[in-house]
């Protein structure tokens, strides 16, 4: 095992604000919040306010906290001479730091298949149930739109996260607004139903019940391929290294918790509890399922055009730090040092990427299901278990030891023993 030395260029006094820093702040939000908050409503509306309850007391503990203790250890990663994204790299050795990083495409690489499917959904749902066209081949529209998406990926890291800011504050506004123009439909009768319909079981049913969904809340919080690439930015000569990126993540996790909970409230207020389990049955986010009624018929047109911006933006935030991890390794393997050896590496990387992504899609997948049993516990342990493995380990990591480790142990316990229990019982 060899180790590096922690670069002092990442840990000066972050100096004043700057636009680039509001940048990253919506980057970070643009990759947190999309398919995985849409998909949010439709699952405690299916599961009962118990696990709404239990997003208000863990949601925030479970996000902010695990990915500020990535982006330190990202920071403090000085493994920088392959010009990759930082990975854990200064704490493993050659091998380990390979294994890290096909690690991080096998955890990350599902999410975005998720938001691919999703897209593609969203975008079959508005032509066919709102415009009332003809339907599209699936085959087709799945190829129409991944090639899309990975020509925009192919444009480079500092083009996608424009991109991502740019899409990101009108998505945050959007959501926002819907979630407010559903007041006058709010109804406590929609949750007392729910909690009376899923409220038969005993008090330790009910504790499994929420312990097994806590997957599914790992995955609507987490930001981690996004954290990689705003470390690597921030440890960069005067960009304020550690103490700012950690104030960056901690504001985008702010505005992250609030518009969520907020979004996900309004949405179980207003929608009755059998919508929601349509919309589970059918694969359908919850933008996708709202109903047009008077003072929200404008909701009904614009719903699902937002979620297709959702789930555009999430799949870039996702895919740019797997497509750039999956890159080098590609590279590595066909030991690609120069220019051209390089390039050829990324067009076959993103072949595999893109001839992966056509085929779930097209396969079209449950998504809810492959959050819960894939994605959600495969983050869990990057999110939860590595980082805490390497504080605990490594003599240089020291000084982030005590409580919020502690936090992110138990909260990486929980969730990936979720998955063990729901694949062996």
Not at 284 to 311: E, Q, R, Y
Not at 350 to 359: E, S, V
Request: net charge positive.
């Amino acid at each position: 095992m060899t180790t590096q030395k922690i670069p002092a260029a990442v840990m000066p006094a972050a100096p004043g604000w700057s636009l680039k820093d509001m940048i990253w702040i919506m980057g970070v939000y643009a990759a947190t919040v999309g398919a995985g908050t849409l998909f949010l409503p439709v699952e405690i509306g299916t599961r009962g306010p118990m696990v709404f309850l239990m997003l208000l007391l863990l949601g925030f503990p479970l996000s902010m906290v695990p990915h500020v203790l990535v982006g330190r250890l990202f920071m403090r990663d000085g493994h920088t001479g392959d010009q990759n994204l930082p990975m854990f790299g200064a704490f493993f050795g050659a091998k380990g730091r390979q294994a890290i990083k096909a690690y991080f495409c096998i955890a990350h690489f599902p999410v975005t298949l998720v938001f691919a499917i999703s897209l593609v959904n969203s975008l079959d749902n508005l032509l066919t149930e709102r415009l009332h066209l003809a339907q599209i081949n699936r085959g087709l529209l799945a190829f129409v739109v991944t090639g899309l998406l990975f020509l925009v990926l192919s444009k480079g890291r500092d083009s996608v996260v424009k991109t991502l800011s740019v899409l990101a504050l009108p998505f945050a506004l959007t959501i926002i607004a819907i979630a407010l123009v559903q007041i006058p439909d709010w109804h406590l009768a929609n949750v007392t139903e729910a909690l009376r319909e899923t409220n038969t079981a005993s008090p330790g049913e009910t504790i499994k019940h929420l312990w097994l969904t806590l997957p599914l809340v790992t995955f609507a919080f987490c930001s981690t391929p996004m954290i990689s690439p705003l470390a690597a930015w921030y440890r960069e000569g005067d960009n304020g290294g550690e103490k700012k990126a950690v104030l960056v993540i901690r504001l985008a996790y702010l505005l992250i918790f609030f518009s969520i909970v907020f979004f996900v409230l309004s949405c179980i207020l207003a929608i009755p509890r059998e919508t929601f389990v349509m919309a589970k049955a059918q694969n359908l986010n919850v933008l996708s399922v709202m109903k047009g009624s008077g003072s929200t018929d404008l909701v009904f047109w614009i719903a699902p055009l937002i979620a297709i911006l959702g789930m555009t933006k999430s799949f870039l935030g996702v895919c740019l730090s797997v497509a750039e991890t999956f890159t080098g390794l590609t590279a590595g393997t066909l030991k690609a040092s120069d220019e051209r050896g390089q390039k050829r590496a990324k067009r076959l990387a993103y072949l595999i990427m893109f001839a992966l992504t056509f085929a779930v899609v097209y396969l079209n997948p449950n998504v809810v299901t492959l959050i819960e049993t894939v994605c959600g516990p495969l983050i869990a342990i990057f999110l939860f278990l590595i980082p805490a493995y390497l504080i605990y380990t490594r003599p240089q990591l020291r000084t982030l030891r005590g409580a919020t480790a502690s936090t992110v142990i138990a909260g990486g316990v929980l969730t990936v023993s979720a998955l063990l229990y729901g694949i062996l019982f």
